[in-house]
């Protein structure tokens, strides 16, 4: 995964407000229609991940520009039942899923009778099961070609085919009993084997449940069929969110202040828009450290437990090989110094070589 590229793909059955979700998420105007294949092509829209720390390092530094990290979106159009059979458009729908770092799902948790569900009523862990059950069968297919394959390696001593091998022979039964394949327990070794084969399964998944102002929300009523998801999502250590994609939608055009003016007076305390982007960011075990100056204020993009050289390379890839050293501040303990120059003063400015472990929140000087 590039550090400039972080692509979430918008999956679920079709008319669950996956196109509605994705314009209030991305601004874009994509065709919003009330039936199956409204979006054949993924649209791909970049997405600022919100940060309030920015905006105060910006202030510190002096500078107006600030540039956040970024998830790319990428709305895939209705998956169908027998999708992975080619049913409906269902070969492109999964090459589209397979491109994209992880999966967001989403799942429709509200009843109206205007608009059509594809099974005829609203059952979200139905919807899972279909959804699930789809991308399970292309994995399927994937590891049973692949293991006739590696078989053959294996069996003239390739140590390395050996370890795929193994592991694809573990992995085959789990899919056909209808497992995801990252609740298979793999090593490290055996989850860098089988990393080439891009399983759909293999992704982090997170759960997006849409409700919809004055509509009857099985969240709100606590509904049975609500419990039956949060028990779901429980068992299997799942995570999830809740959004009013809807909302989001007509609220996309207004600023920030007016968004939560009406918000507040719907009800509605946060924007699930946020709790989602950030959601997808903490899902892909990412993180933000900054730089910042009189020219720009900007969050990087690293793994979580990024060291100094392999955070540097986000900047820029000759920063990883050429690193020396780098001045790391908490944003935390900057802030509170007012500026570098006094937090230089009160020792807290220190400098850390190739072995220091970046943390979320650093704000970070490069010596090359």
């Not at 509509?215 to 250590?237: K, M």
């Not at 207004?254 to 946020?274: I, P, T």
């Not at 903490?282 to 793994?303: I, Q």
Request: hydrophobic share 40%; with cysteine.
């Amino acid at each position: 995964m590039s550090s400039s590229k972080l692509s979430v793909g918008i999956v679920g059955l079709p008319n669950v407000g996956k196109s509605t979700l994705f314009t209030a998420l991305t601004k874009n105007e994509v065709l919003i229609a009330n039936y199956p294949f409204a979006t054949i092509d993924p649209t791909v829209g970049v997405v600022a991940v919100p940060d309030s720390r920015l905006a105060t390092l910006a202030a510190i530094s002096g500078t107006d520009k600030i540039i956040p990290a970024v998830v790319e979106f990428v709305d895939i159009a209705g998956l169908v039942k027998g999708a992975s059979a080619g049913e409906g458009l269902g070969n492109k729908f999964l090459a589209n899923i397979r491109e994209t770092d992880m999966i967001a799902e989403v799942v429709r948790i509200f009843e109206d009778s205007d608009i059509h569900h594809v099974s005829g009523g609203v059952d979200p862990l139905g919807d899972i099961e279909v959804i699930n059950l789809e991308l399970v069968f292309a994995d399927t297919e994937t590891v049973e070609k692949r293991l006739g394959t590696v078989e053959r390696d294996a069996k003239k001593g390739d140590k390395d085919a050996i370890v795929e091998r193994d592991v694809l022979a573990r992995l085959l039964p789990h899919l056909r009993n209808g497992q995801l394949a990252n609740t298979l327990d793999m090593s490290a070794e055996e989850t860098k084997a089988i990393k080439a084969l891009h399983l759909l399964t293999m992704k982090p998944f997170l759960y997006i449940c849409n409700k919809k102002t004055d509509a009857f929300n099985l969240d709100e009523q606590n509904d049975s069929r609500w419990q039956d998801l949060l028990q779901y999502f429980e068992e299997t250590g799942s995570e999830y969110v809740v959004v009013d994609a809807g909302m989001e939608h007509e609220l996309r055009d207004l600023s920030e202040d007016e968004k939560n003016d009406f918000r507040r007076e719907y009800g509605a305390q946060d924007s699930g828009v946020g709790s989602l982007i950030r959601a997808c960011y903490d899902r892909l075990g990412l993180m933000s450290y900054f730089t910042t100056g009189e020219k720009e204020t900007r969050a990087w993009t690293v793994p979580i437990g990024s060291t100094g050289p392999r955070a540097a390379a986000a900047i820029h890839t000759d920063f990883e090989k050429k690193y020396i050293r780098a001045q790391v501040i908490t944003f935390e303990d900057l802030v509170a110094a007012g500026s570098k120059a006094v937090a230089k003063e009160q020792g807290k400015m220190r400098t850390e070589g190739k072995e220091y472990i970046v943390k979320d929140g650093d704000v970070i000087e490069f010596l090359i």
